[in-house]
């Protein structure tokens, strides 16, 4: 996905980060030493062969002057504070970060290299497995998000940015949403629907939100792409870097509620059956993610209408049914 965030950089470039990040050691002689990682929507990213034979991925942060939405401030941090701290939990597969540079000098943006998972990204290979092997990946997943989940936090929120927390998840939230309805309205943009109707049916559920009472670290972007498959097994989690500190419903594996039904995944979560209120939420946080990717397109330029789209996929039955409800 083309996207006007991401901050591409030579080779040169790339070389000296290389030598900045691991002492001693330099890019690998050939063309082939970088290659682009065109799969994110975000971030700049590239895997990286070292001289000492290790291949690695780099991740690059957008410039400083980027045009992003409020809760994308700072989340290359987010990003890596998140993988370090999960990395203690040995039931999650995430990558090491061997070097990350705030200093702005070499490269006029943040960056960080991270060890290259082995095996196949799931997007890409999960149709050529068996029914049986996929509800098996799935299950593992949803186990591998509920350790996630398992970390608590101290507020409610965003680690990037202090005005998107809250003492109470229903404060926090609806700061939230409203910080994204700022953000398309500072772009004209149009999310099909009045903002003052969304926010409406917003605070119509809110106090559903009032159930939430220990922040929970969330991966919130754990879709198929975001996992990689080695031998039948889940052998990595990428992509850290929209956590934030939440209700575990929030996660992508629960939005399958709002549209069919309990998933593989939601069974390997140990979490099957909802209350009415947990319905109410989840709604919620499918409303969520069609206002971000919908507002997101009048700041990325992207090159197709598929996030365009696909959030109101998601936006019009969810709103109706919170409206409904």
Sequence with gaps: MESTTKNRKTREQIAQMVERAFSGITLAAGIDAVSELKEGWFNAAYDVHLS????????????????????EKHIMATEVASMRLVRENPAIPVPEIYAYDTTMDICDSEFFFMEKLSGDNYEHVKKSFSPALRAQIDQQIGMIIREINSFTGTYFGYDGNSDLRGDTWKEAFV??????????????????????EIRRAVLK?????????????VHWDAWDLNFFVKDGQISGILDFERALWADPLMEAQFRALASGGVSESM????????????DERCNLYTLHLALVMKAEC???????????????????????????H
Excluded: C, Q
Aim: glycine residues 6%; negative net charge; charged residues 30%.
């Design 298 to 324: 009048y700041y990325r330029n992207y090159d197709s209408d598929y996030a365009s789209n696909y959030a109101m996929r998601l936006m019009v039955p969810t709103l109706n049914w919170l409206k409904e």
């Design 205 to 217: 559920h809110a106090p559903a939100l009032e159930e939430v009472t220990t922040p929970r670290l």
């Design 267 to 278: 069974r390997g979560y140990g979490k099957t059956t909802f209350t009415h209120e947990e």
């Design 175 to 196: 700061k939230i949403i409203d910080a994204v309805l700022e953000d398309g309205a500072r772009k004209n943009a149009d999310f099909g629907y009045p903002i003052d």
């Design 52 to 71: 000492d034979g290790r291949e690695v991925i780099v991740k690059i942060a957008p410039p400083k002057d980027a045009d992003v939405l409020a809760y």
